[in-house]
């Protein structure tokens, strides 16, 4: 079987390793290896077997293993030729399918010895050039694929059979950064997106429950002025707390239904005793505790719901002092305004530099102008809000 | 042929189409020795037992049959009252077996030997006589037997 000359020995698979496509009806199964029929033998008592089968249940015992019916090798003939084509027609996996990683292949059965020897790519062959074993798939037309060359990207030396996966890792070959853009050596991509300004990031206090998403290099903006990033710390630490609460109540919990069960057996085993009081203190002792765990896991929600009330209330006040900025500066050029005006028609000179104490004066004036003006704003639809 | 295929392939079906109040403990190492645990069935002096089966494959499967012993003591006709426990089942004995039976027909067959003791093909003869005679007291018996050993 085995000669020098031939590069590809013929190939050995166990036939009845093999794993079949469709269920196979149990008719075109041997009653022996109650696997689909290999080689199919037929005895005078019409009963068919794999030929290797019922040669080796004669050696056993002289009878039909079906009906036990006295046999003899001479009773036995090959099965009709339509029943060995059926089984050999039978759609099987190759046998180096290795559950999806290795070959693809569907074929007839009787097609497999074929397959192996000429086209499976998971075959181990010689190579051409050394004589080392190699998959059929690594073959590469009639030269040693174990001689290093040199990589045209990154001058690094690799076995030819290494090249392929070399160059999904080559420091010479470049890929755009799907953020940026920008041409990048393979191996550094991940380091390069985690730095990337245009990647998308969320906000730090996402965990606290910030929605915002955005361009890396505008995560800095919104980190000083995201209210859930000042308090984060607050939040988690509270967090962490609820947590160990939850887990505490959890064990209690346990215990009490530990002592529950321990109760109902003391009850079923002897009456009130010493244990018993003893369990059901114990269980007053872990409801009180629940109790009070109860009590303090509500406290913390409110507080929560505070500090989240809190929070809102903190953006509101900002916008309303942006507002309120807005509407001093308007005042304060309407003031400016009036000012002037009101130099002009007193007739006092202010040409010069003696301008600057008369201005300091009347600034106080102004200010009570302000403050009038400021109050006849507060009646206006805006004002509701300032004074919240 | 290995033996070891078709033990496989058995097992395989036997998981995944379980006889009723049979069960099969997983096989680790060695193929050849399954635990089996059967519970008797309702309506019988062996009901609400659990009986240990073992069940033993020779290297020769299926040319050789398999062997069934009960690990559990019980009181009943069909099983040995030795050390062995031995279920004799017809199919069993060597000149009777077939290489085509399956486990599973096996199997099924020890447990309506369970529900209904074949008093024809008895090994534990006085048991036979005490149910013919006196069939309350091999019920009693039995029961008694099943709650000291099997619950
Ligand atoms: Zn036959
Ligand atoms: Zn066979
Ligand atoms: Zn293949
Ligand atoms: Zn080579
Ligand atoms: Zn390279
Ligand atoms: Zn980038
Ligand atoms: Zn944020």
């Known amino acids: 079987m085995t000669s020098a000359t031939s590069p590809n020995p013929a190939p050995v698979f166990d036939i009845r390793a093999l794993t079949y496509v469709t269920h196979v009806d149990d008719n075109l199964c041997c009653p022996i290896c109650q696997s689909p029929l290999v080689e199919p033998f037929t005895t005078s008592c019409r009963h068919t077997f794999c030929s290797e089968c019922i040669t080796n249940a004669l050696k056993a015992s002289k009878t039909c293993p079906v009906d036990r019916t ?28 290795r559950d999806g990683l290795g070959c693809t292949a569907t074929l007839p059965r009787g097609n497999v010895e074929g397959h192996l020897k000429e086209d499976c790519l998971y075959v181990t062959v010689a190579c051409p050039g050394c004589e080392e074993k190699i998959m059929r798939k690594d073959l590469q037309d009639d030269v040693c694929v174990h001689v290093e060359e040199e990589c045209s990207y990154c001058s690094g030396m690799h076995r030819k059979l290494d090249m392929k996966e070399h160059e999904t890792v080559c420091p010479g070959l470049t890929t755009p950064c799907k953020f940026c853009g920008n041409e990048c050596p393979r ?6 997106e985690a730095i990337c300004d245009e990647a998308i990031v969320s906000c730090d206090a996402a965990s606290v429950g910030c929605p915002w998403h955005g361009l890396r290099k505008e995560s800095t903006d919104h980190s000083t002025s ?13 967090n962490s707390r609820l947590a160990n609460l939850e887990h505490e109540n959890k064990l209690l919990r346990r215990r009490l239904e530990l002592s529950l069960v321990a109760r109902a057996q003391t009850d079923i085993a002897e009456s009130m005793d010493d244990q018993t009081i003893r369990v059901l203190t114990e269980q007053e002792h872990i409801r009180s505790d629940l109790e009070r765990l109860y009590v303090s896991m509500q406290e913390m929600d409110i507080k929560q719901n505070m500090l989240s009330m809190h929070m809102s209330d903190n953006m509101r006040t900002k916008e309303e002092v942006a507002m309120i900025g807005a509407a001093v500066n308007n005042l304060r050029t309407q003031l400016h305004g009036l000012q002037l005006l009101m130099f002009r028609r007193q007739g006092l000179d202010q040409n010069g530099s003696g301008g600057a104490r008369p201005t300091g004066a009347s600034s106080q004036a102004g200010d009570n102008s302000v403050l ?17 | 042929m290995s033996s070891s295929k078709r033990i496989t392939k058995e097992y395989g079906e036997l998981e995944n189409d379980p006889i009723p109040g049979v069960t099969i403990k997983p096989i680790d190492q060695d193929m050849y020795n399954w635990d089996i645990e059967m519970s008797g069935p309702a309506g019988t002096p062996y009901a609400n037992g659990t009986f240990k089966v073992r069940l033993t494959l020779p290297t020769e499967y299926p040319f050789k049959p398999p062997t069934i012993a009960f690990k559990t003591k019980i009181y009943h006709p069909n099983v040995s009252n030795d050390d062995k426990g031995n279920m004799c089942l017809g199919m069993l004995r060597t000149d009777d077996w077939k290489p085509s039976c399956k486990l599973r027909t096996v199997l099924t067959l020890a447990m309506k030997l369970l529900n209904e003791p074949d008093t024809n093909d008895a090994v534990e003869t006085s048991i036979v006589e005490q149910m013919k005679s006196n069939h309350d007291a091999y019920v009693q018996r039995a029961k008694e037997w099943t709650k000291t050993y099997a619950v």
Request: aromatic share 0%.
């Open chain 1, 70 to 97: 006295p046999l003899d090798t001479k009773n036995i003939n090959m099965a009709p030729v339509v029943l060995a084509n059926l089984v050999n027609d039978l759609t099987v996996l190759c046998p180096n399918h």
């Open chain 1, 226 to 238: 995201c209210p859930l990033m000042h308090i984060r710390p607050l939040l988690e630490e509270n």
């Open chain 1, 187 to 192: 191996p550094q991509i991940p380091n390069h």
């Open chain 1, 372 to 388: 009038g003006h400021a109050r006849r704003m507060s009646d206006m639809p805006s004002g509701d809000r300032v004074k919240l």
